[in-house]
């Protein structure tokens, strides 16, 4: 099918991926290089080296997964709601972001107002469309493809087809070395981000009265209902959260992954091969399900890069099929 | 009284047909290729309906079984020559077979699993096929695909737009008639049971997996034969073809017309193409259409266009207020 705005896409993705081949093989030339000229030492030191870096790239993306895992695992959890439009919330989060930049210059203003914006169009989303509709599954996840092919429009409408580059201030753009790694800031910062959502996330759930009703409503909806909480309270403030969480990946992955159309539907199966994996409604699963799905995907592309994409959606199919709730979902 | 009314329908369908099969030949090449691709493409969306209209499993990966069909005719047919004269129809029946086969191995995992799960497992395994199709480069050309330089010649030139359109519309309306009767059959009978109440049809002695488990084989097959006419209808095949968005058009398409109607799915194609590929070209716009009709369809019309003459009718004949069509369906743990 001839997609303009796809087209568009693709020819982004493919700069992404060549981009992306890139340093792997700029990587494997150097590792080599150096195999060279340390023959005399061996070459462990250097193979330690490469399987450092990766491990560190894959739990970095790892953490930029956490955060759109979470919410779509927290949304499925509360709702049983498969959220289609959640790669479209990263889109949007990003181009939110870009505008905010573009008008006032500021990188630490716009991670908030993206992500409390978008917070935003997934709670009237919620409110005014998905909750009419009750619990049929089916027509709530076409709802949400609806929806995200509106946002698809009018991305494309409002911030054109271009590619775009977020840039972090100057000061996370820097290499520190540890251990004679060289590592970028920016990747630090983001497992930063990802391990202070993923904390407050748990001291909400684990240790206020609000995360007690939520779990409540994820475990038993009906019962929850009997003992008088407010599930559909809960659910809109759930769905806003996700598309939050959501938002804000799209604002801290579009340093280093761009913003772009297309990268809604990019980023959603894996955000939900994050979920499957760890377990629907389930905040650590979504964490470990994040780890596994970033360090699968770096040393995937970097070891297996013909069957890369298969090594990631093989072992989710498995885990559905032989434990529908994911590794660490709530029963 | 409905055995009537179903001749009644049925004879509609003939006669719609009849008029697509003589008007489009004489209309522009566009409308001649529009119709070609919307008729090749609802095959799938038909497969599609068997599962989810007929058997109530709503899958999202359907593309898979379009992507192996169209693999399989362009690597046959770039690689080796081999489909592009008599041998076409060797390749019908590799592709439905190889589809089938897939399905066969991925029903296995996925019909174990329902409503939601049935879902994310088919998004899970159709991803599996794209995973493959975007970076095995050896296989499949990556992501620029396989172009296609001929079509089949067998006493009849297949290049030749109408002739073409013609063996599409053949391939529709035999796969149309196969699914009817399958659905009319015993077997199908009894898969509308297991969507309506599968432990029911459990207690009544049915080994309610296996019929799943054979419709979604039936489903497959009918998905690769769609897919090596899409093949030799776009004339390239590339990731975009089994891509997450090519299943979730197929399930749109489905409901758009109107699931469990079958014909339903070529209305649905045909909509969606039109927009899609003709509004295109008039409006840039057009993708607003598209998410709109989507959201008013699923919001205010469930049961998709076909049921428009049914709505008509009920709000002529019966001003009460309808029993809303609450569902009660269980929270599934």
Redesign the interface.
């Known amino acids: 099918?001839?997609?303009?705005?796809?087209e568009r896409g693709?020819a982004r993705s493919?700069a992404k991926?060549s981009r992306d081949t890139l340093s792997i093989q700029s990587l494997l030339t150097w590792a080599k290089l150096q195999a060279k000229a340390s023959r005399g030492k061996g070459t462990e030191a250097v193979d330690t080296r490469f399987w450092l870096i990766q491990a560190f790239n894959g739990i970095s993306y790892g953490a930029l997964l956490f955060l759109v895992g979470s919410g779509l695992s927290l949304i499925?959890g509360v709702m049983?709601i498969?959220n289609?439009s959640h790669g479209s919330y990263f889109l949007l989060g990003g181009y939110v972001a870009l505008s905010v930049i573009w008008t006032t210059g500021s990188w630490l203003l716009a991670i908030p107002v993206a992500a409390v914006t978008v917070a935003l169009i997934g709670l009237v989303m919620e409110r005014v469309?998905l909750r009419?509709?009750?619990?049929?599954?089916?027509?709530q996840?076409?709802?949400t493809?609806?929806?995200a092919?509106?946002f698809?429009?009018?991305a494309?409408?409002i911030w054109t087809g271009n590619p775009f580059d977020i840039n972090p201030p100057a000061a996370l753009t820097q290499t520190i070395v540890v251990g004679g790694l060289h590592l970028p800031l920016y990747r630090i910062f983001m497992i930063g981000v990802a391990l202070f959502i993923g904390l407050t996330l748990w001291l909400v759930m684990e240790k206020t009265r609000l995360g007690a009703t939520i779990r409540a409503t994820v475990d038993d909806?009906?019962m929850a209902r009997g003992v008088g909480i407010d599930t559909s309270y809960i659910s809109m403030l759930i769905f806003a959260l996700g598309a939050f969480l959501a938002a804000l990946g799209g604002v801290i992955g579009g340093a280093f992954l761009g913003v772009y159309p297309g990268l809604d539907?990019e980023m959603?199966?894996i955000a939900?091969?994050v979920v499957?994996i760890g377990g629907m409604g389930s905040l650590g699963g979504a964490a470990i399900g994040a780890l596994i799905v970033g360090l699968a995907d770096n040393f995937g592309k970097a070891l297996l890069?013909?069957?890369?994409?298969?090594t990631?959606?093989?072992p989710?199919?498995?885990i559905?099929?032989v434990k529908?709730t994911g590794l660490f979902g709530r029963? | 009284m409905s055995m009537a009314r179903d001749r009644v329908k049925i004879l509609i369908v003939i006669v719609v047909l009849a008029a697509v099969a003589l008007v489009v030949p004489h209309a522009t090449s566009f409308i001649i290729l529009l119709a070609t691709r919307a008729l090749a493409f609802s095959i799938l969306v038909m497969s599609l309906d068997l599962l989810l209209g007929f058997t109530g499993l709503a899958s999202l990966g359907q593309a898979a079984y379009l992507g192996v069909g169209a693999y399989l005719t362009a690597i046959l047919a770039a690689r080796y020559q081999v489909g592009l004269g008599y041998d076409f129809w060797l390749v019908v029946a590799l592709g439905m077979f190889g589809a089938a086969a897939l399905a066969a191995l991925f029903g296995l995992l996925a019909t174990r699993a329902t409503g939601v799960y049935f879902l994310m497992i088919t998004l899970a395994l159709g991803q599996c096929v794209w995973g493959l199709a975007y970076r095995w480069n050896s296989l499949t050309g990556g992501d620029n695909g396989i172009n296609l330089q001929h079509r089949p010649k067998f006493g009849i030139d297949l290049a030749n737009p109408v002739t073409f359109f013609y063996v599409v519309f053949g391939f529709f309306a035999v796969s149309l008639l196969v699914l009817y009767t399958i659905m009319r059959s015993p077997f199908g009978r009894s898969l509308v049971g297991i969507r309506e109440r599968e432990p029911r049809m459990k207690i009544l002695g049915y080994n309610t997996w296996l019929h799943k488990y054979l419709a979604f084989i039936i489903a497959g097959a009918f998905g690769g034969l769609s897919g090596v006419l899409w093949a030799h209808t776009a004339g390239i095949v590339s990731p975009e073809n089994v891509v997450l968005t090519t299943s979730v058009d197929a399930l749109l398409m489905a409901v758009l017309g109107g699931a469990g109607t079958l014909v339903g799915g070529v209305i649905g194609a045909g909509v969606v193409l039109f927009i899609r590929e003709y509004l295109s070209t008039l409006v840039h716009w057009w993708q607003y259409v598209l998410g709109g009709v989507y959201v008013l369809v699923i919001l205010y019309l469930p049961g998709g266009l076909m049921s428009i003459p049914e709505r008509i009718r009920q709000w002529r004949t019966a001003p009460t207020k309808s029993v809303a069509g609450e569902n009660l369906a269980a929270t599934p743990h």
């Open positions: 099918m001839t997609l303009p705005c796809r693709r493919r991926i499925f049983r498969v289609l469309f009419p509709l009750g619990f049929d599954p089916l027509r996840v076409l709802l493809v609806g929806f092919f509106l698809q429009q009018a494309l409408d909806a009906e539907f959603l199966p939900f091969a499957i890069p013909e069957v890369s994409y298969f990631l959606y093989a989710m199919a498995l559905l099929a529908p029963e």
